[in-house]
T-cell receptor, first 117, second 113 residues
Framework: GAVVSQHPSRVICKSGTSVKIECRSL??????MFWYRQFPKQSLMLMAT?????????EQGVEKDKFLINHASLTLSTLTVTSAHPEDSSFYIC?????????????FGPGTRLTVL | QQQVKQSPQSLIVQKGGISIINCAYE??????FPWYQQFPGKGPALLIA???DVSEKKEGRFTISFNKSAKQFSLHIMDSQPGDSATYFC????????????WGAGTKLIIKP
């Protein structure tokens, strides 16, 4: 099946620093990628839609200046959490859409656990 | 109208039994209904998906039953095994949504040996 990777898998940082998370589709090209945030025992919350070559579309309530998204190529999207604070601690998950002529499927990365001290 | 309601919130099933998780939706424009399996600390993995032109889809021990008139779909796990213990999410989307998924709240499934 299609593979999506995320790096790093876990990161601990100090309050006020910025953290970059990478999402790569390893065996297919993805014009569309998504970034989610998941709190413990809850469902996935869509943060933004990342389209290659254009600006990301953010969901209501998500600060675009705080969560910077760059979809620089058809296989890479990055999420940068700027000036992180403890309330940004969460599990961040990306996904990539593989187009397959009517059987388009969204594949998920393994997630990144961010802890802000 | 964009919601997908999932039940139960948690489920305990004996090994070898059938696990059944249900989802209901309102938006009749939805045309893609996937189920995802998520283990703790991992991303969701696509388990099985169905489109509304069929009423049932089976892959191994996993079956989706789809009732278009009732706007409900369910996941059945036959011969449930301890390794199936995970959180299961149903979701829905439609063609004009740029592949955005509307997620159910999740069901934590525990299979007792």
């Amino acid at each position: 099946g299609a593979v999506v990777s995320q790096h790093p898998s876990r990161v601990i940082c100090k309050s006020g620093t910025s953290v970059k998370i990478e999402c790569r589709s390893l065996d297919f090209q993805a014009t569309t990628m998504f970034w989610y945030r998941q709190f413990p025992k809850q469902s996935l919350m869509l943060m933004a839609t990342s389209n290659e070559g254009s600006k990301a579309t953010y969901e209501q309530g998500v600060e675009k200046d705080k969560f910077l998204i760059n979809h620089a190529s058809l296989t890479l999207s990055t999420l940068t959490v700027t000036s992180a604070h403890p309330e940004d601690s969460s599990f961040y998950i990306c996904s990539a859409v593989r187009l397959a002529g009517g059987s388009d499927t969204q594949y998920f990365g393994p997630g990144t656990r961010l802890t802000v001290l | 109208q964009q919601q997908v309601k999932q039940s139960p919130q948690s489920l305990i099933v004996q090994k070898g039994g059938i696990s059944i998780i249900n989802c209901a939706y309102e938006n009749t424009a939805f045309d893609y209904f996937p189920w995802y399996q998520q283990f703790p600390g991992k991303g969701p993995a696509l388990l099985i998906a169905i489109r509304p032109d069929v009423s049932e889809k089976k892959e191994g021990r996993f079956t989706i039953s789809f009732n278009k008139s009732a706007k409900q779909f369910s996941l059945h796990i036959m011969d449930s095994q301890p390794g199936d213990s995970a959180t299961y999410f149903c979701a829905a989307s439609f063609m004009d949504s740029n592949y955005q998924l509307i997620w159910g709240a999740g069901t934590k499934l525990i299979i007792k040996p």
